[in-house]
């Protein structure tokens, strides 16, 4: 009985001949399997033993020649193997040997090329040499990390890896030793690459992780100012010097832990029920040439990057530290004036100007809320006794009046009323002797007067000064909302969710490089000087998107950040029953805290309905927390659930644009 070996998707098979007509063979397979195959595919035919043996025998044979040897056996030209087969084993091998010998041939390429069907030409020495150098390499390198793999899964980090965590995570180059390693032991643990590199200490801690991550991606020389300082600053000279100065006392509000201290507010009484009111801005563009190396900077960081206890500023300290209006200084501003005529507030005229002006007090809503209510602030009760807020009681009772009629006015344009009850949290991060690092986090309500002051009073200097680029047809950047989208253009388009006809961002000059764009597009108009950016200007369009992007990714760490100091929160508390809010369905809100999560076993219940859940676990890497349904709370219902709702999907909420985040510095309006 006729037997083959013959070739079939890239390898070598046996089989016995069952009839053989013309170029086809039907043959039936070692396995069992029958099938017709090609004569031109056929490499032996033997006729003992069977291809079960000769397939076995082939194999073991195969494995026992010398690589090196056979290679220095072989003719340097091309060879088939049946030749070389006489040659290696005598004048007429076995058909066990013949086959190992194919196998082993076929099975090395690197000493062996391939030419054609049982056909072979010994690797050049040169070539070779390098492939098996290649080849060591190889063999090194799956040691390597079959070796980091164990030392990850044993909770050990690797040497060099330090360096090399956080770019890991972000940047990952998935063909180096590090990345494998790293797969392979994630594959073998079952934990993600974040909780393996934190086990193992690559990062201190998960803050250390959320922190190294995001530095990675978008600060990767790192987030200090170190090329640029006072020295620089001060070389500018005080090139403010020569502005007029302003014949107010001009004081802020601000939160006590605000250091990039930016706008202020000034009231001059004009006659009965007749006020001059001032919203006076910061004006680093006096100091920061355009195109300048300070400048750059800003356009780089695009803003101050915020979270709970720190903040990576958008302009170097020193910068910082020159623009800032703190009291008792005199420094450079853009000051929008108003002309408001009572008992209505309306606002009669409008004047911008660039000048100086005296700081005399810095205000820290944080330290006034309580004292500072609104029957005070109307006369119905007596004005509180704080010394500091004697000076400007009277200013603080016309912008009280003056930003509630703004707000009815914006609340007739939107065709609803602002949430009323619309609550903050704030975070403060304190190092305790005995306990180290404590969150502590307090909840405070958006209604406030004095937030309620600042808030329209930013809002109507972006309104108005949206128009005043738009009437001297002078290009900024506006920010619009329109059917819930809220978006970034370069002309005016309403703003439904403020109940503006347009509106910019410009009194935040010192944290976000927008703001300072469009102020220095405003201070060229009221000095009569040319514009530094042009109607279809690329910069500006470049400017725009490259701040979107960046806008997005720093909100997103904020965001990430508050949500692992909520769960370091959740840790310091003396039990694991928290109060919660629902939302909607399972999804609900920490009550005392801004932390949306999912709840388990929760009952169909409606919004705003308060509850008590049981944490089951914290995960601080993965910023996520597991816990499971109580009861009900029947005491009370949650007078906050609309803004809840509304910041549990962010892109369909206006609040981007009006909430203040002072206690971390974040955006003003």
């Given at each position: 009985?006729?037997?083959?070996?013959?070739?079939?998707?890239?390898?070598?098979?046996?089989?016995?001949?069952?009839?053989?007509?013309?170029?086809?063979?039907?043959?039936?397979?070692?396995?069992?399997?029958?099938?017709?195959?090609?004569?031109?595919?056929?490499l032996m035919r033997f006729e003992q033993p069977g291809p079960q043996e000769v397939v076995r025998a082939a194999q073991s044979l195969a494995d026992d020649i010398d690589l090196q040897f056979l290679w220095e056996c072989a003719?340097?030209?091309?060879?088939?193997?049946?030749?070389?087969?006489?040659?290696?084993?005598?004048?007429?091998?076995?058909?066990?040997?013949?086959?190992?010998?194919?196998?082993?041939?076929?099975?090395?390429?690197?000493?062996?090329?391939?030419?054609?069907?049982?056909?072979?030409?010994?690797?050049?020495?040169?070539?070779?040499?390098?492939?098996?150098?290649?080849?060591?390499?190889?063999?090194?390198?799956?040691?390597?990390?079959?070796?980091?793999?164990?030392?990850?899964?044993?909770?050990?980090?690797?040497?060099?890896?330090?360096?090399?965590?956080?770019?890991?995570?972000?940047?990952?180059?998935?063909?180096?030793?590090?990345?494998?390693?790293?797969?392979?032991?994630?594959?073998?643990?079952?934990?993600?690459?974040?909780?393996?590199?934190?086990?193992?200490?690559?990062?201190?801690?998960?803050?250390?992780?959320?922190?190294?991550?995001?530095?990675?991606?978008?600060?990767?020389?790192?987030?200090?100012?170190?090329?640029?300082?006072?020295?620089?600053?001060?070389?500018?000279?005080?090139?403010?010097?020569?502005?007029?100065?302003?014949?107010?006392?001009?004081?802020?509000?601000?939160?006590?832990?605000?250091?990039?201290?930016?706008?202020?507010?000034?009231?001059?009484?004009?006659?009965?029920?007749?006020?001059?009111?001032?919203?006076?801005?910061?004006?680093?563009?006096?100091?920061?040439?355009?195109?300048?190396?300070?400048?750059?900077?800003?356009?780089?960081?695009?803003?101050?990057?915020?979270?709970?206890?720190?903040?990576?500023?958008?302009?170097?300290?020193?910068?910082?530290?020159?623009?800032?209006?703190?009291?008792?200084?005199?420094?450079?501003?853009?000051?929008?004036?108003?002309?408001?005529?009572?008992?209505?507030?309306?606002?009669?005229?409008?004047?911008?100007?660039?000048?100086?002006?005296?700081?005399?007090?810095?205000?820290?809503?944080?330290?006034?809320?309580?004292?500072?209510?609104?029957?005070?602030?109307?006369?119905?009760?007596?004005?509180p006794g704080n010394a500091e807020v004697q000076p400007f009681w009277d200013a603080l009772q016309v912008l009280w009046g003056l930003a509630q009629a703004r707000t009815l006015e914006r609340e007739k344009v939107r065709g609803?009323?602002?949430?009323?009850?619309?609550?903050?949290?704030?975070?403060?991060?304190?190092?305790?002797?005995?306990?180290?690092?404590?969150?502590?986090?307090?909840?405070?309500?958006?209604?406030?007067?004095?937030?309620?002051?600042?808030?329209?009073?930013?809002?109507?200097?972006?309104?108005?000064?949206?128009?005043?680029?738009?009437?001297?047809?002078?290009?900024?950047?506006?920010?619009?909302?329109?059917?819930?989208?809220?978006?970034?253009?370069?002309?005016?388009?309403?703003?439904?969710?403020?109940?503006?006809?347009?509106?910019?961002?410009?009194?935040?000059?010192?944290?976000?490089?927008?703001?300072?764009?469009?102020?220095?597009?405003?201070?060229?108009?009221?000095?009569?000087?040319?514009?530094?950016?042009?109607?279809?200007?690329?910069?500006?369009?470049?400017?725009?998107?490259?701040?979107?992007?960046?806008?997005?990714?720093?909100?997103?760490?904020?965001?990430?950040?508050?949500?692992?100091?909520?769960?370091?929160?959740?840790?310091?508390?003396?039990?694991?029953?928290?109060?919660?809010?629902?939302?909607?369905?399972?999804?609900?809100?920490?009550?005392?805290?801004?932390?949306?999560?999912?709840?388990?076993?929760?009952?169909?219940?409606?919004?705003?309905?308060?509850?008590?859940?049981?944490?089951?676990?914290?995960?601080?890497?993965?910023?996520?927390?597991?816990?499971?349904?109580?009861?009900?709370?029947?005491?009370?219902?949650?007078?906050?659930?609309?803004?809840?709702?509304?910041?549990?999907?962010?892109?369909?909420?206006?609040?981007?644009?009006?909430?203040?985040?002072?206690?971390?510095?974040?955006?003003?309006?």
């Open positions: 009985m006729s037997h083959v070996v013959f070739e079939e998707d890239g390898g070598f098979k046996a089989g016995t001949v069952l009839t053989e007509a013309g170029g086809a063979l039907q043959v039936e397979y070692a396995s069992g399997k029958r099938g017709k195959i090609k004569a031109s595919h056929v003719p340097q030209d091309e060879f088939d193997f049946d030749a070389l087969a006489e040659d290696y084993f005598g004048a007429k091998p076995m058909a066990s040997q013949r086959f190992g010998l194919l196998l082993r041939l076929h099975g090395a390429p690197v000493y062996f090329h391939r030419k054609g069907r049982g056909r072979y030409r010994p690797a050049p020495p040169d070539i070779l040499t390098a492939a098996l150098a290649a080849l060591e390499r190889k063999r090194l390198q799956e040691i390597s990390i079959q070796q980091q793999a164990e030392q990850l899964v044993a909770k050990n980090l690797p040497e060099g890896w330090a360096a090399l965590a956080a770019g890991m995570l972000m940047r990952p180059d998935k063909q180096s030793v590090a990345w494998r390693a790293l797969e392979l032991a994630s594959e073998r643990s079952g934990r993600n690459h974040q909780e393996l590199l934190v086990e193992a200490g690559a990062f201190a801690s998960a803050r250390e992780l959320h922190f190294g991550k995001f530095a990675a991606e978008h600060f990767p020389r790192g987030v200090a100012h170190t090329e640029l300082g006072l020295d620089q600053v001060q070389a500018l000279g005080d090139v403010g010097e020569h502005l007029p100065l302003a014949a107010v006392q001009a004081f802020s509000i601000d939160d006590s832990t605000t250091t990039e201290i930016d706008d202020a507010l000034s009231v001059r009484a004009l006659g009965p029920d007749h006020w001059e009111v001032g919203i006076h801005i910061a004006a680093p563009a006096v100091l920061i040439p355009l195109g300048s190396g300070l400048d750059q900077v800003g356009r780089a960081r695009m803003s101050t990057v915020y979270m709970p206890g720190e903040k990576i500023t958008m302009l170097p300290d020193a910068l910082v530290h020159a623009c800032s209006l703190d009291a008792g200084r005199t420094v450079p501003t853009l000051s929008l004036y108003l002309e408001v005529q009572g008992p209505g507030y309306t606002v009669v005229s409008t004047a911008t100007r660039l000048e100086r002006v005296a700081i005399a007090a810095n205000l820290r809503h944080d330290l006034l809320d309580e004292a500072i209510s609104e029957e005070a602030l109307s006369g119905l009760t007596p004005r609803k009323p602002e949430a009323r009850f619309r609550s903050d949290f704030s975070f403060y991060i304190e190092d305790q002797p005995e306990v180290g690092e404590q969150v502590r986090i307090v909840q405070r309500r958006r209604d406030a007067p004095l937030d309620r002051i600042v808030a329209e009073m930013m809002i109507l200097a972006n309104s108005t000064w949206g128009k005043y680029l738009a009437d001297h047809e002078v290009p900024g950047i506006y920010r619009s909302q329109q059917a819930g989208r809220v978006r970034t253009t370069t002309h005016p388009l309403p703003h439904a969710g403020l109940g503006v006809s347009q509106y910019i961002w410009s009194t935040s000059p010192l944290r976000r490089y927008v703001d300072l764009v469009n102020q220095r597009q405003i201070i060229a108009i009221c000095t009569s000087s040319r514009a530094p950016y042009a109607s279809n200007d690329s910069e500006l369009f470049s400017v725009m998107s490259a701040f979107d992007t960046k806008y997005d990714a720093y909100a997103d760490f904020q965001a990430t950040m508050e949500r692992y100091w909520c769960l370091r929160w959740l840790g310091q508390q003396p039990t694991d029953k928290v109060a919660a809010v629902s939302i909607r369905e399972d999804l609900v809100r920490l009550a005392d805290a801004p932390f949306y999560f999912r709840l388990s076993g929760l009952p169909e219940i409606a919004a705003g309905r308060r509850l008590w859940a049981q944490v089951i676990r914290r995960d601080e890497i993965n910023v996520s927390l597991e816990a499971r349904f109580i009861a009900m709370d029947e005491a009370a219902v949650s007078e906050d659930v609309e803004v809840a709702i509304e910041q549990a999907e962010p892109s369909d909420a206006p609040s981007s644009d009006t909430q203040t985040s002072e206690s971390s510095e974040g955006d003003k309006p």
